[in-house]
């Protein structure tokens, strides 16, 4: 029986309805387009494993772009590990049966559930700095694709105050290059972030947002033309819908304004101390999970919490009956998101807050899209600048975008596409 030959593009931040209103090219009317529902919470990093399990996060275990350690009371944001998350790909039988599948750029992708493999993995140096590095497999994959196309991929294109379109360009050469080579995968998902940095820096309403979408359309014009040519159908998904964000709230400087929340300092600088910590919430955008070590002392956080402006919903953890969820998940009002900090004063701000450390923050900092004046070269801790973000889901201005040249029916969620794809293979 012949081998479908399929390529899956995540779009950050393809809201159906920022679709709607920006769509030009012509590509778009060979899809079978329409909005569909995304996964609670509506983050990066469960909604690319929901896909790839056709699952909810109560049942693979991904509710944030970050996970909490309640063992070692640490928090591991933006690893890489296939192993972050649970359940059969949706693929484990048609790799069983002799196909191929690839995944580029796609989060929490590093494991033994792909033949192919491209993701970004730098090696951060003892002094400081970083050697820019990519995982690759097979290994010289990452080499053969650079001169191919004639140039390395930016870490600093893909995040930090210096993203830009090139990040994206990068990765839709290197797909393109890999859907015309003879030993292209069966199944390829690539993902394409540009939409979304511009989006959460000046909102989902603004001139440039609308600009970011045009320079994304050309990109996914040009892989839906080389995915054609080279005999592949194809699915677009959007991950998330980015809405427009008017103010922050400081979980964390509640918590230990109440007693909840420890720090320790170090050269006056305070730092997070969660092993003291009775509480504290790892952020996410518009999504908090509050972990608390004595389960005596939830309701009493729950109070403290529950009366303050922007909070929409404190959900229980048995809403998501999973060890990763927070034993509160706190989801932020329309125009609210969540920020990490904990400090009042500008002398105690932690180090690395004032730098691009994606792995050092017990949660997701949007700030690092900004730099600021001074210090040179350090990023900015003004929460204001902030003007879109994205996790909640249960709206239709939540809704996402779906589109497919093969028949995934009417799928009605992302998981419901991911399932339609799974009976394809």
């Not at 491209?118 to 700095?129: E, Q």
């Not at 994304?216 to 809405?243: Q, R, S, V, W």
């Not at 504290?280 to 004595?294: K, L, P, R, S």
């Not at 180090?351 to 899209?369: M, N, Q, R």
Request: net charge positive.
């Amino acid at each position: 029986m012949k081998k479908p030959k399929i390529l899956i593009v995540s779009a950050a931040a393809l809201g159906f309805r920022f679709w709607e209103k920006n769509r030009k090219a012509d590509f778009w009317n060979r899809l079978s387009a329409r909005p569909v529902k995304t996964v609670f919470p509506a983050l990066t990093c469960p909604v690319q494993a929901s896909f790839r399990t056709a699952s909810e996060p109560a049942s693979h275990g991904m509710f944030a772009s970050g996970v909490f350690n309640r063992e070692i009371r640490k928090t591991f944001f933006w690893e890489q590990s296939s192993g972050l998350y649970e359940g059969a790909r949706i693929w484990d039988k048609f790799r069983e049966n002799g196909g191929r599948v690839g995944q580029i750029c796609w989060q929490n992708s590093l494991g033994n559930e792909s033949d192919l493999l491209l993701s970004p993995a730098p090696v951060h140096k003892h002094h400081g700095g970083m050697i820019q590095a990519f995982y690759s497999r097979p290994e010289r994959l990452y080499g053969d694709i650079c001169s191919k196309i004639g140039s390395k991929f930016n870490l600093f294109n893909y995040w930090g105050p210096f993203t830009s379109i090139k990040s994206s360009r990068w990765i839709t050469d290197a797909t393109c290059e890999i859907l015309k080579s003879a030993s292209a995968p069966d199944l390829l998902l690539a993902y394409i972030p540009h939409l979304d940095y511009d989006l959460q820096k000046f909102g989902p309403e603004s001139d440039k947002a609308a600009r970011a979408f045009k320079e994304t359309e050309f990109m996914l014009e040009k892989l839906f033309a080389t995915a054609k040519l080279a005999n592949f159908e194809i699915g677009i998904f959007g991950d998330y819908a980015i809405t427009p964000a008017q103010k922050a709230i400081f979980p964390n400087r509640i918590l230990l304004d109440k007693g909840y929340f420890s720090v320790r300092s170090v050269k006056g600088m305070l730092y997070p101390d969660l092993w003291s910590s009775k509480a504290f919430a790892m952020v996410d955008h518009q999504i908090a999970h509050v972990y608390i070590q004595n389960k005596n002392d939830i309701e009493n956080v729950r109070k403290i919490l529950s009366g303050i402006d922007g909070i929409k919903t404190i959900h229980n953890h048995s809403e998501m009956n999973h060890k990763n969820a927070g034993d509160l998940i706190l989801e932020a009002e329309a125009g609210h998101w969540f920020a990490y900090h904990w400090w009042n004063n500008k002398s105690e701000t932690p180090d690395y807050a004032t730098h691009v450390d994606i792995h050092s923050k017990p949660g997701f900092d949007p700030c690092e899209l900004f730099m600021s004046i001074w210090p040179p070269m350090s990023i900015s801790s003004d929460t204001t600048k902030i003007k879109g973000t994205h996790g909640s889901a249960n709206s239709p201005e939540h809704e996402v975008f779906w589109g497919s040249t093969f028949d995934s029916g009417d799928p009605g969620t992302i998981t419901g596409a991911a399932k339609a794809l799974k009976q394809i293979l």
